[in-house]
């Protein structure tokens, strides 16, 4: 699949939440969102102030562990690449 519109929530929204991380270096979602799309990217440093334990951050997904393993091994072709 090449289309992330096609894709079900969450995995869309964790995909597109990656992508603003990637470009801008923000994002307006939700904790668990920022929390998921970081741990797409591998970057801890994107975790919110709020978790910057990363096992903390890790626990608070609960089942979205399952969503973030699935999308670094099935769509990572649509996350951009990192502009620096």
Request: charged content about 25%.
């Amino acid at each position: 699949m090449n289309d992330i519109n096609q894709l079900e929530w969450p995995l869309d929204k964790i995909i597109n939440t990656a992508n603003e991380l990637q470009s801008r270096g923000a994002s307006g979602a939700s904790t668990s969102e920022r929390i998921a799309a970081a741990f797409v990217l591998n970057k801890q440093d994107l975790l919110p102030d709020s978790y910057p334990i990363m096992i903390e951050a890790w626990e608070r997904l609960n089942e979205w562990q399952t969503h973030v393993k699935f999308i670094r091994e099935n769509y990572m072709h649509l996350i951009i690449k990192n502009p620096g």
